[in-house]
């Protein structure tokens, strides 16, 4: 006969059923506490220096306790990470999301899928309404927490001058001007300053000498970041020297180092070299950190010029990592959000970072890198690490499947091993460079009405 191990009786506690013809719902009496306790897990948490196994609690969105043997309570959502690294959530600051026509694939969902928890999107054709239709999606329910930077040369598409643009960024812009100068959709107007930075493309336009020197004069007196498109090595010397010693942030580094325009190790060398000015910051791709040098079809560095990249992290020239999208996805960045993990551990294998150097190149350092370009203590206060208090981003990952086990955002569980967790949808919010909201409102709009 058929044997069973488990009788009826647990599951009796757990399950819906019916009994003598009424409806037993058992997890009704259970409270649902909303806390998610991870045990066990080996934590890595570079800005707080803790590398040690040991439990973190999550509560109300955030990080509550941090230490070995804390106790569950009924209604807690115990998670086993016995082996596991547990990593504060991965922020990838330079990563295509919703970005345009961007309709058939589903780069935000598989993000989350790959342990990304917080990410910015740098769309070249992004407007000044982006941060009002992009954040619309995140009012409608997305497992990530999402920033936008908005095209440089939209960015002087307007009547409003650099003084103007430059207020309105920091909330100081008269209605009455940007009503007559900026927009007629008081949305745009509103909602415009939620976004992180500006991003200047070489492959979308070619701005004159004037045009960049206001986008720089913008960027540093309204604190946002200033990223260029970097590939062709010429450009961004241009654009350095044209900076003047303002704050530049050359976007997906390694790309020089794919020979699309000149030599590749000598493009990555002009780009290290840029990079010793104090003014100018950088980030790799992750998938040009990994054996496949980068993307068959798309760019791919050489050994010699991703030795010159190993040089520049092992130095500390650069400690930031990014994907720059999915290959997938219409808005093809340079790497895939899948290398992310793989490029953190690796790094650690090869010896060229420590472990928690590596894990810092996607939490603390953007972290501090956003907060110190925009001037905003959030960014270092509530990400990027797993002190009490922190937002309740976390990373879970299995080292042995350089994979994504859980990936947590604001204390909602959104994936895990590689699937996401329907329930997550709506767990992301808006990230500006002032911080965080959950709701940019756009999306809850079901009417207008103007006044006649
Ligand atoms: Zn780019
Ligand atoms: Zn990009």
């Given at each position: 006969?058929?044997?069973?191990?488990?009788?009826?009786?647990?599951?009796?506690?757990?399950?819906?059923?019916?009994?003598?013809?009424?409806?037993?719902?058992?997890?009704?009496?259970?409270?649902?506490?909303?806390?998610?306790?991870?045990?066990?897990?080996?934590?890595?948490?570079?800005?707080?220096?803790?590398?040690?196994?040991?439990?973190?609690?999550?509560?109300?969105?955030?990080?509550?306790?941090?230490?070995?043997?804390?106790?569950?309570?009924?209604?807690?959502?115990?998670?086993?990470?016995?082996?596991?690294?547990?990593?504060?959530?991965?922020?990838?600051?330079?990563?295509?999301?919703?970005?345009?026509?961007?309709?058939?694939?589903?780069?935000?969902?598989?993000?989350?899928?790959?342990?990304?928890?917080?990410?910015?999107?740098?769309?070249?054709?992004?407007?000044?309404m982006?941060?009002a239709?992009?954040?619309?999606?995140?009012?409608?329910?997305?497992?990530?927490?999402?920033?936008?930077?908005?095209?440089?040369?939209?960015?002087?598409?307007?009547?409003?001058?650099?003084?103007?643009?430059?207020?309105?960024?920091?909330?100081?812009?008269?209605?009455?001007?940007?009503s007559?100068?900026?927009t007629r959709n008081m949305i745009t107007y509103?909602?415009?300053?939620?976004?992180?930075?500006?991003?200047?493309?070489?492959?979308?336009?070619?701005?004159?000498?004037?045009?960049?020197?206001?986008?720089?004069?913008?960027?540093?007196?309204?604190?946002?970041?200033?990223?260029?498109?970097?590939?062709?090595?010429?450009?961004?010397?241009?654009?350095?020297?044209?900076?003047?010693?303002?704050?530049?942030?050359?976007?997906?580094?390694?790309?020089?180092?794919?020979?699309?325009?000149?030599?590749?190790?000598?493009?990555?060398?002009?780009?290290?070299?840029?990079?010793?000015?104090?003014?100018?910051?950088?980030?790799?791709?992750?998938?040009?950190?990994?054996?496949?040098?980068?993307?068959?079809?798309?760019?791919?560095?050489?050994?010699?010029?991703?030795?010159?990249?190993?040089?520049?992290?092992?130095?500390?020239?650069?400690?930031?990592?990014?994907?720059?999208?999915?290959?997938?996805?219409?808005?093809?960045?340079?790497?895939?959000?899948?290398?992310?993990?793989?490029?953190?551990?690796?790094?650690?294998?090869?010896?060229?970072?420590?472990?928690?150097?590596?894990?810092?190149?996607?939490?603390?350092?953007?972290?501090?890198?956003?907060?110190?370009?925009?001037?905003?203590?959030?960014?270092?206060?509530?990400?990027?690490?797993?002190?009490?208090?922190?937002?309740?981003?976390?990373?879970?990952?299995?080292?042995?499947?350089?994979?994504?086990?859980?990936?947590?955002?604001?204390?909602?569980?959104?994936?895990?091993?590689?699937?996401?967790?329907?329930?997550?949808?709506?767990?992301?919010?808006?990230?500006?460079?002032?911080?965080?909201?959950?709701?940019?409102?756009?999306?809850?709009?079901?009417?207008?009405?103007?006044?006649?």
């Amino acid at each position: 006969m058929y044997k069973n191990k488990l009788s009826a009786g647990p599951f009796g506690e757990i399950l819906a059923a019916v009994k003598n013809e009424s409806l037993k719902d058992p997890m009704a009496a259970v409270s649902d506490t909303g806390r998610i306790l991870l045990k066990n897990g080996t934590v890595v948490d570079p800005k707080n220096n803790m590398e040690e196994v040991t439990d973190v609690l999550l509560a109300g969105g955030q990080v509550v306790e941090v230490g070995g043997g804390i106790a569950s309570e009924k209604g807690d959502r115990v998670i086993d990470c016995e082996g596991l690294l547990v990593v504060p959530g991965l922020i990838d600051m330079h990563l295509h999301l919703g970005d345009l026509f961007e309709v058939s694939t589903n780069p935000i969902h598989e993000s989350a899928q790959d342990g990304v928890t917080t990410a910015l999107s740098p769309g070249a054709g992004n407007t000044l309404m982006a941060p009002a239709l992009l954040g619309a999606e995140v009012d409608r329910g997305l497992p990530v927490n999402i920033g936008v930077y908005i095209g440089a040369a939209n960015m002087l598409a307007t009547m409003l001058d650099v003084d103007e643009l430059v207020d309105l960024f920091l909330g100081k812009l008269d209605e009455e001007v940007a009503s007559t100068k900026m927009t007629r959709n008081m949305i745009t107007y509103v909602t415009a300053p939620l976004t992180v930075g500006i991003k200047e493309h070489m492959g979308h336009f070619l701005m004159p000498d004037e045009s960049i020197d206001k986008i720089f004069e913008i960027t540093s007196r309204a604190k946002l970041i200033n990223m260029t498109h970097t590939q062709d090595p010429e450009h961004a010397q241009r654009l350095v020297a044209l900076s003047k010693g303002r704050p530049i942030h050359l976007a997906h580094t390694t790309a020089a180092g794919c020979g699309t325009h000149g030599g590749a190790r000598e493009g990555m060398e002009t780009v290290v070299e840029l990079l010793r000015q104090e003014h100018v910051t950088g980030e790799f791709v992750t998938t040009m950190m990994r054996e496949g040098l980068g993307s068959r079809e798309g760019i791919s560095m050489t050994k010699a010029s991703q030795q010159v990249a190993f040089d520049a992290l092992e130095s500390g020239l650069v400690d930031i990592l990014i994907s720059d999208g999915q290959n997938d996805a219409t808005m093809k960045g340079f790497g895939d959000t899948r290398d992310n993990i793989p490029a953190l551990i690796e790094l650690a294998q090869k010896g060229i970072l420590t472990r928690s150097k590596a894990i810092a190149t996607m939490t603390a350092n953007p972290a501090k890198l956003i907060a110190e370009k925009t001037g905003n203590g959030w960014w270092t206060e509530k990400m990027g690490h797993l002190g009490v208090g922190a937002s309740g981003n976390v990373t879970i990952i299995d080292e042995k499947d350089k994979l994504a086990t859980y990936t947590i955002v604001n204390g909602e569980m959104v994936s895990f091993e590689n699937r996401t967790v329907r329930r997550g949808n709506g767990a992301g919010g808006w990230v500006s460079k002032y911080g965080m909201v959950k709701r940019v409102g756009t999306g809850n709009f079901n009417t207008f009405s103007y006044e006649k």
